[in-house]
């Protein structure tokens, strides 16, 4: 806030995303790096962290025309084709993958950890919902790199 065109990067950690709170931190030499307030290396206090002046309010601008990394969690108890349902479903929605990485757990089930690019929350939870549909996924969630 109260800056213009300033060196911006986002945080490989918690890969924010427009709509998500943010907040910044003034690093050295790469300029503020935007993180999601939630993040764990986003201190809870602000008034009480180390280094509280390097902290400063950020916000999204208007309307960003980019698109964004976002890692996801998939957990399913059928993993029967997991893989072919879910890249089918991002296919189908033209939603760019950069990686995948699955594997089984005990009795069939699965694990799927992906990166996509999305250009808001609301992009996201409708990504979200639609891999919620998948018949033996029970749970989606974004995940920490």
Request: some cysteine; proline content about 5%; glycine content about 6%.
């Amino acid at each position: 806030d109260g800056m213009d065109n300033c060196l911006v990067k986002f945080a490989q950690c918690c890969n924010p995303v427009p709509g998500d709170p943010i907040i910044g931190f003034i690093t050295r030499g790469y300029g503020v790096s935007i993180h999601r307030r939630d993040c764990t290396n986003v201190p809870r206090e602000l008034e009480e962290a180390p280094n509280r002046e390097r902290w400063v309010w950020v916000h999204w601008e208007e309307s960003p025309k980019a698109d964004f990394h976002t890692t996801l969690r998939i957990t399913a108890h059928d993993g029967t084709n997991l893989m072919l349902k879910v890249s089918t479903l991002l296919a189908g929605m033209h939603v760019p993958v950069h990686s995948v990485n699955a594997r089984d757990t005990e009795n069939n089930g699965a694990v799927m950890t992906l990166t996509i690019d999305v250009n808001s929350v609301e992009h996201l939870q409708s990504i979200i919902d639609k891999f919620m549909a998948i018949d033996g996924v029970d749970s989606v969630e974004r995940a920490s790199v």
